[in-house]
C-alpha cells in the first residue's frame, strides 16, 4: 500500500475504518454521519505546527507524482503550462511598473519637464505588455482545458487497466468499493486540479517575490508585514482542506446507500418490485432523509470553512491597508513619486491577493493530494492471484483431470468458512452434478476451480499439477462457464455470445452453432435483424428477451468455447421443462469429452450425472451416482425423494381432477 502525502498511516487506516462504519444497509436505521474531526485532531499551536508541517512535507513530496502523471498524459502541454505560467507570474509585476512609468512620464509632462514622444513610447510598451498577457492567458486556459482532458482520459484508462488486473475479492469488498469509486470517479480531476494549483501557486509565488522585493525597497518592515499577516488564515485553511476530505471520506458510504436508493427507483429492473411493494415513496424519502444529512454536513464545513477563512484573511487586508496609507502619506510628504505611490499600491493589492492566491492554492494542493493518495493506493493495491514467477506451461492437451484435494475456504472477513476439507476426483470427461441446500458452497467450489479466488487450505490438481503453478489467465482459458448470476450484455445478440470467445466474435458461423447448442438459435433468427438485433434496453430499437431466453444466450456464450473443462451454474433454472429436457439432451452430445460440472436444484437432471457430489455447510457428505446414493439412503435420498414426491402428488391431483 502507498501511503503518500506524508500522513500517518494509523490515522489513514484509522479514517478508513471510522468511515467504513456507518451503519446500516440506508434502506432502514438511523440516518447519520459520524463526525468527520478525527479524535486526535491537534490541539495546541506546537502540534499544530509539526501538523502543518507534516502536511506540507507531504503535499510537496506529492508533486513530482502529479508531475510524472501530467508529462505521460502530454509533455508538450506540460512545458506549454509551466512555461506560461513562469511568465504570467511575472506579468502583473510588469504592468504595475509600466503603470508606474506612464504616470511618471504623465506628470512630467504635465509639469513640462517630459515629452509627448515618451507617453506614447510607454502606452506602447503597455500595450504590448497586455496583448502578451491576453495571448499568454489564453494559451494557459487552452493548455489548461486540454491537459485537463488529457488527463481525465489517462487516468480513467490506467483506473479501467488496474481495475481489469484486480481479484474477484477486492470487487466483492465493500471497502475496496469505496476506494474503487474514489479512484475511478473523483480522483481523474485531481492530478490537473493538483498541477493547477501547483503553478497558481507559483504565479503567484513569482508575482510575490517580486512584489515584496519592490516593497523591500520602499520598507523592509512594510514587507515583514506584509509576509507575516497571512500566516494565522493559512493554518486555517489547511485545517479546513483536511477536513473536507474526511468529511468526504466518511459521507462515501452514505453517497454510496444514496445512490443505490435511486437506482432503485430509477431502473427499470427494480421498477417492477418497487411499485408493486408500494416502495417508491419510502425509498424517496429515505433519500431526502440522507441527502439532507449529507447537505447538513457539507453546510456546516463549508460556511466554517469560507467564514473562519475570511476572518483570518481579513487580518491581510489590514496589513494591505496599513502599507497603502503609509505609501500615500510618504507621496504626500514628498519623498515618492505619484508613479511611485502607483506602483506600491498596486504592488500592496498584489502581495494581498497573492497571499490568498497562496492559501487557496496550497490548500487545494493538501486537498487534492488526499484524494490522490487513494488513487496511488488503488493503484498500487496488487492482484494476489497471479501468475507464479516461471509457470507451468499448461500440457499440450489439457484433458480435464480435476482433483480437490482437503481444500478449504473461507471469504476475507467471513466468520465461517465456505468450504471445509473437500476431497473429490473427477475423470477426464466425466459429468458431474454438484448439489446441496442453498448456501452449502457449490457456487464457492466453481469459483476456486476457475481460480477466482485462492483456497485457504489443501490443494485443486489439473492434470496432475496444482493450478497455482499455472498462470491464471491460461488455465481460465481452458474453462468455460456459466455463472448463476450471468450478465446479459446490452449489445447485439451476436456480441452477446460472442464475448464468450473474442477470437470468435467475427466468426458467424460458429456463434450461430452455439446458439444452436443452447436452443437460442430459433428465437434469435425470429428477431427483427437477427443475429445484429440489440438486446436490452439500453439502445434503440434494443429487444427485451425474457429470463429464459437470457439464460440461453449466456449458455451459448459459454458454448461458444471449446475447452476442455465446462462449468454451468444452474445453467437451467430459468429455462421451461421442455427447453430443460432439450438442452440436458444435448448436453450428452456437448459434453463429449469435456469433463462438465454442473450445479442443480432439479434431480431429475441430477441423476443422470456420472457422479454426484452432495455439500452440506461447506462439507462434501456424499458423492457417487445416483443409485449409489440412493442405496445409502442419506441427505441425497431424502431430497431426491422429497422432490420426486412432490412431482408424483401434483400427477394424482391431476389423475383425480
Ligand atoms: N463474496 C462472498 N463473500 C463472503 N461470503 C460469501 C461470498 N459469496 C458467498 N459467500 C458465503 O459462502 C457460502 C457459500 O456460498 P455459495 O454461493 O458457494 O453457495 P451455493 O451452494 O452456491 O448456494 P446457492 O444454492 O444458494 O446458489 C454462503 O454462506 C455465502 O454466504
Not at 512555461?83 to 502583473?92: A, E, Q
Request: net charge neutral; with cysteine; glycine share 8%.
Amino acid at each position: 500500500m502507498v501511503h503518500g502525502g506524508g500522513r500517518p498511516i494509523g490515522l489513514h487506516k484509522q479514517l478508513r475504518k471510522a468511515s467504513s462504519t456507518v451503519p446500516d444497509s440506508g434502506l432502514t436505521g438511523p440516518i447519520d454521519i459520524p463526525d468527520p474531526a478525527p479524535a486526535d485532531e491537534p490541539k495546541g499551536l506546537r502540534a499544530r505546527w509539526q501538523r502543518l508541517r507534516t502536511s506540507a512535507g507531504g503535499t510537496v513530496r506529492g508533486l513530482p507524482k502529479v508531475a510524472r502523471l501530467t508529462w505521460q498524459a502530454s509533455p508538450i502541454l506540460t512545458v506549454l503550462i509551466v512555461l506560461s505560467t513562469v511568465v504570467s507570474g511575472l506579468l502583473p509585476t510588469l504592468t504595475a511598473y509600466i503603470a508606474k512609468l506612464l504616470l511618471d512620464a504623465v506628470v512630467a509632462a504635465i509639469q513640462h519637464r517630459g515629452t509627448t514622444t515618451r507617453i506614447i513610447e510607454v502606452a506602447g510598451l503597455e500595450l504590448g505588455v497586455l496583448t502578451f498577457t491576453a495571448i499568454s492567458t489564453a494559451l494557459t486556459n487552452m493548455a489548461q482545458q486540454l491537459l485537463q482532458e488529457r488527463m481525465t482520459l489517462t487516468i480513467r484508462h490506467r483506473v479501467m487497466e488496474h481495475a481489469a488486473k484486480l481479484d474477484l475479492a477486492f470487487f466483492e469488498g465493500s471497502e475496496s468499493y469505496d476506494l474503487l469509486r474514489q479512484a475511478s470517479q473523483e480522483a481523474p480531476m485531481r492530478p490537473v486540479s493538483m498541477l493547477n494549483s501547483a503553478l497558481g501557486l507559483g504565479r503567484t509565488a513569482v508575482t510575490f517575490a517580486s512584489m515584496v522585493a519592490l516593497l523591500v525597497s520602499v520598507s523592509p518592515l512594510l514587507a515583514l508585514v506584509a509576509l507575516l499577516a497571512p500566516l494565522p488564515a493559512f493554518i486555517s485553511q489547511s485545517k479546513y482542506g483536511s477536513r473536507a476530505f474526511m468529511l468526504a471520506l466518511f459521507v462515501s458510504p452514505i453517497r454510496r446507500r444514496m445512490d443505490y436508493l435511486s437506482t432503485l427507483v430509477t431502473t427499470d429492473t427494480y421498477a417492477k418490485e418497487t411499485k408493486l411493494f408500494g416502495l417508491g415513496p419510502y425509498l424517496v424519502d429515505r433519500f431526502r432523509r440522507l441527502g439532507q444529512a449529507y447537505y447538513a454536513r457539507e453546510r456546516k464545513l463549508t460556511t466554517r470553512r469560507n467564514l473562519v477563512g475570511t476572518a483570518w484573511s481579513l487580518l491581510s487586508t489590514a496589513a494591505g491597508s496599513g502599507i497603502a496609507l503609509y505609501i500615500a502619506l510618504e507621496a504626500v510628504a514628498g519623498r515618492l513619486s505619484i508613479g511611485d505611490l502607483a506602483l506600491y499600491t498596486s504592488a500592496a493589492t498584489a502581495v494581498q491577493t497573492a497571499v490568498q492566491s497562496l492559501f487557496t492554492g496550497f490548500s487545494g494542493m493538501y486537498e487534492n493530494n488526499l484524494y490522490l493518495d487513494r488513487l496511488y493506493e488503488f493503484l498500487a493495491t496488487e492482484p494476489r492471484i497471479t501468475a507464479p514467477a516461471r509457470p507451468e506451461p499448461l500440457p499440450a492437451r489439457v484433458h480435464g483431470h480435476v482433483e480437490f484435494q482437503d481444500v478449504s475456504f473461507r471469504y476475507p472477513g467471513a466468520e465461517e468458512p465456505a468450504l471445509e476439507n473437500v476431497s473429490f476426483e473427477i475423470r477426464p470427461g466425466e459429468t458431474v452434478a454438484v448439489v446441496g441446500r442453498n448456501g452449502a458452497g457449490k457456487s464457492t467450489l466453481f469459483k476456486l476451480l476457475c481460480r477466482l479466488y485462492d483456497p485457504t487450505g489443501g490443494r485443486i490438481l489439473l492434470d496432475g499439477t496444482d493450478i497455482r503453478e499455472f498462470d491464471p489467465d491460461a488455465l481460465r482459458g481452458q474453462i468455460s462457464a456459466m455463472f448463476q448470476d450471468y450478465v446479459t450484455y446490452q449489445g447485439t445478440a451476436a456480441e452477446n455470445i460472442g464475448l464468450g470467445q473474442l477470437a470468435d466474435l467475427e466468426h458467424r458461423d460458429r456463434i450461430v452453432e452455439s446458439a444452436r447448442r443452447a436452443g437460442v438459435a430459433e428465437r434469435i433468427e425470429r428477431l427483427p435483424k437477427g443475429y445484429d438485433s440489440p438486446l436490452g434496453r439500453w439502445f434503440d430499437q434494443g429487444v427485451s428477451l425474457s429470463g429464459g431466453e437470457w439464460q440461453k444466450i449466456a449458455l451459448a456464450r459459454a458454448f461458444l468455447r471449446d475447452t476442455p473443462i465446462l462449468i454451468l451454474d444452474e445453467p437451467t433454472s430459468a429455462l421451461d421443462a421442455r427447453a430443460e429436457h432439450d438442452l440436458f439432451s444435448r448436453l450428452r452430445a456437448l459434453a463429449e469429452g469435456r469433463t462438465t460440472l454442473y450445479i442443480s436444484h432439479r434431480f431429475s437432471t441430477v441423476r443422470q450425472a456420472e457422479k454426484i457430489l452432495f455439500l452440506d455447510h461447506g462439507k462434501l457428505v456424499e458423492q457417487g451416482t445416483h443409485d449409489e446414493l440412493m442405496t445409502l439412503g442419506g441427505n441425497y435420498a431424502e431430497l431426491f425423494t422429497l422432490q420426486a414426491a412432490a412431482y408424483l402428488d401434483d400427477d394424482e391431483d391431476e389423475e383425480v381432477a
